[in-house]
């Protein structure tokens, strides 16, 4: 099989990955003139992002979609009647340069189905890397797919080559995982998840030497979950991310919708979810990690445990919360105005430094990027004050419904 034909099956096995991302690592430069790409502002790497927040600048391929394991909800499951391929080492490493000085990538992210053994696969992933960067002195972007079941020193390998690092615990409930993935252990996933929290702190605390550079997959960790594969609610999703996040400091939970697959099994569902939903729960994790909002916040009052696909959780929880409206923004805390919707972080930076020298009117709202009709009915200004009555209007809600077209990150 030629290296094209490889390409077409596993970059196509590989689009159900949704964790990863090309932001927050250190900078490479290769200013020196020694090394090729760089990871650095201005220098060949442009964070580019789909509408629903994948990264879209990064050569996303398995080093193969033959697996031992038979994951239910995998289109590349043991079981599957899919066709294979594997890459060699010196291909991938090839196409990630070729395709690099084409300007078609800035980086690389690599994951494999489970060949041999764990530690087998992953010293292939491993290898890719190491090759790419001590041969090839490559300073782009890599992400790698841990294995969970690797050996320790595998893991510690691929944190010395790889920007992150990601272990996909693939399900918010430990009895969904046993039912759908039984090779599957999510203790062990989560032990892997924390010797990568030990080394990565133990990077941070240790400075650099000229011996010993102080690094360890800069751009931290992050993992993936299912929506909709299961019966768990958007709730028991939000919790499970929380709990991630507090536990293991992960940089960010990915949401994938769940896709139907061939010859799928009959304990998952026959149609997917609706994609609003998996876009829904990007803007509550959003809210928690950049908002101060907590997971009780955003889905309380919604018995189901669902988020509304109707409307963003921001708005939701504002219109569900209307005692604290309107909010004079000339007076409110940084924390409240966070809780505007249509404010959106950099947004509530721009009126703290505005109000500081100036009152707050109508006509500056365009200029401070805050969409004012989301906006007016939540906020007193220096010339506007929202009629008592506008928030429990009958059309409120509906007023605030965007088009199919128009869903977006703005908060």
């Not at 997971?295 to 445990?305: A, M, R, T």
């Not at 604290?324 to 930076?349: H, T």
């Not at 805050?370 to 429990?392: E, G, Q, T, Y």
Request: charged fraction near 25%.
């Amino acid at each position: 099989m030629d290296v094209q034909r490889k390409l077409e099956i596993l970059a196509d096995a590989a689009k159900y990955d949704a964790s990863c991302a090309s932001s927050g690592t250190e900078q490479r430069d290769s200013s020196d003139g020694k090394g090729l790409g760089s990871t650095a502002p201005g220098m060949g790497i442009c964070h580019s992002y789909a509408p629903d927040g994948r990264c879209i600048s990064l050569l996303k391929v398995l080093l193969t979609n033959a697996c031992n394991y038979d994951c239910l909800y995998c289109v590349n499951r043991a079981s599957s009647n899919v066709p294979r391929a594997r890459f060699t080492v010196d291909e991938v490493v090839k196409l990630t340069l070729d395709f690099y000085r084409r300007n078609y990538i800035e980086g690389l992210f690599l994951s494999s189905g489970i060949i041999r053994s764990a530690d087998y696969t992953m010293e292939q992933v491993v290898a890719v890397a190491r090759k790419l960067r001590e041969e090839h002195r490559f300073r782009g972007y890599i992400h790698l797919k841990t294995i969970p079941e690797a050996d320790d020193a595998l893991i510690a390998e691929a944190g010395r080559y790889a920007d992150r690092l990601s272990i996909n615990i693939e399900m918010p409930e430990e009895t969904s995982l046993a039912k759908l993935a039984p090779e599957k252990d999510v203790r062990a996933i989560r032990r892997t998840m924390g010797r990568l929290r030990l080394k990565l702190d133990e990077a941070a605390e240790k400075p650099a030497t000229k011996t010993r550079p102080a690094r360890f997959a800069p751009a931290g960790q992050s993992t993936q979950m299912i929506v909709g594969a299961d019966s768990a609610s958007d709730r028991t999703i939000l919790k499970t991310s929380a709990n991630l996040y507090g536990a293991y400091r992960l940089k960010r939970v990915y949401y994938s919708a769940f896709s139907p697959i061939p010859d799928a099994s009959r304990a998952l569902p026959l149609i997917a979810p609706p994609l609003v939903r998996e876009h829904r729960l990007y803007q509550a994790d959003w809210l928690m990690r950049f908002y101060g909002f907590d997971v009780g916040e955003i889905v309380d009052g919604h018995e189901s445990g669902m988020l509304p696909l109707d409307i963003d959780p921001k708005l939701a929880w504002a219109l569900r919360h209307r005692e604290r409206f309107p909010l004079d923004v000339a007076s409110a805390s940084r924390e409240e105005l966070l809780r505007v919707p249509g404010f959106g972080r950099k947004a509530v930076d721009r009126i703290i430094a505005t109000r500081r020298v100036t009152s707050i009117r109508v006509a500056d709202l365009a200029r401070l990027h805050i969409p004012r009709n989301k906006a007016l009915p939540f906020i007193v200004l220096s010339d506007h004050r929202p009629s008592a009555r506008l928030l429990d209007a009958g059309g409120l809600v509906e007023r605030f419904k965007p088009k199919a077209t128009q869903l977006g990150f703005g908060f």
